[in-house]
Structures are given as C-alpha cells and as structure tokens.
C-alpha cells in the first residue's frame, strides 16, 4: 500500500503508486497499520497530519483483499 501526500497536503491512498508527492510504503497487514497509526510514524515521514479515517480506508482494503 503506497500513501502518497499530494501538493496541497492532503493524504490518499494511492493503489496506482503514480500520484505526485511525498509518499510512504506500508505492508498489507493489519497490525503494521496500527502500529503505524499509535507510532504516528506516518505523520513523520510525510510531514503532515495523517487523518485516522486512512488507517480506517486501509484497514478495509486489506480484509477486501482477504474477503
């Protein structure tokens, strides 16, 4: 899963990996997303605030893959 924190600061998940921006790898796992959402690790990296609802938009891509 690949985030990507465009122009205008605002964070999306980026599926196609080919949005312009800062961007951040994450593994498709469950407990890496919480690790980074409680680490704000994320925050660091992209140099802004990541809002909760991305963990919550990837924590439900990853149970579809499962699904």
């Known amino acids: 899963v690949t985030f990507k924190a465009v122009i205008s600061e605002k964070v ?3 599926d196609t990996l080919k949005s312009n921006g800062r961007g951040a790898y994450l593994k498709k ?3 890496v997303i919480e690790k980074a ?3 704000k690790i994320l925050d ?3 140099e ?3 809002p ?3 963990y919550e938009d990837l924590k439900e891509r990853v149970w579809d ?3």
């Open 12 to 14: 999306i998940v980026d």
């Open 29 to 31: 796992d469950i407990s």
């Open 37 to 39: 959402k409680t680490s």
């Open 44 to 46: 660091k990296h992209l």
């Open 48 to 50: 802004v605030t990541v």
């Open 52 to 54: 909760f609802n991305i």
């Open 65 to 67: 893959v499962w699904l």
